[in-house]
C-alpha cells in the first residue's frame, strides 16, 4: 500500500504561481510512475503531469510551458511547480502514484485561479 498526502493548493490571481507537493509513504519502493490529475466538476480526472523514476516527463497540451513536474526521491515527494495559471485550471488536484497493480490516490487539493 502506498499514502499519498498533498498540500499546496489555495487561492491564486490569474497569472499568478502555486507549487503543489504530494508525500508518499508506505510500499514507495515499487513506485514507478508518480503525477498529477485533476478533474473540473461533471468532467473526467485527466493527466496533467507524470514522472518516471527515471526523471522522464510526461504533460497534458493545455500545461505545456506552465507547469513543471519534479520529484525528489530522497524525501519521497512529487512537485507540481504552476506558473502563468488561468481560470480554466481551477478544480482539485490529485496526487498518483502507479506500481506494478495499483493506483494509489491522494485526496486532493483544491486549485482556485480568479481576481
Known amino acids: 500500500q502506498v499514502q499519498l498526502v498533498e498540500s499546496g493548493g489555495g487561492l491564486v490571481q490569474p497569472g499568478g504561481s502555486l507549487r503543489l507537493s504530494c508525500v508518499a509513504s508506505g510500499s514507495i519502493f515499487r513506485i514507478n510512475v508518480m503525477g498529477w490529475y485533476r478533474q473540473a466538476p461533471g468532467k473526467q480526472r485527466e493527466l496533467v503531469a507524470a514522472?518516471?523514476?527515471?526523471?522522464?516527463?510526461n504533460y497534458a497540451d493545455s500545461v505545456k510551458g506552465r507547469f513543471t513536474i519534479s520529484r525528489d526521491n530522497a524525501k519521497n515527494t512529487v512537485y507540481l511547480q504552476m506558473n502563468s495559471l488561468k481560470p480554466e485550471d481551477t478544480t482539485v488536484y490529485y496526487c498518483?502514484?502507479?506500481?506494478?497493480?495499483?493506483?494509489?490516490w491522494g485526496r486532493g487539493t483544491q486549485v482556485t485561479v480568479s481576481s
Open positions: 514522472i518516471t523514476s527515471r526523471g522522464n516527463t
Open positions: 498518483n502514484a502507479a506500481d506494478a497493480v495499483a493506483n494509489y
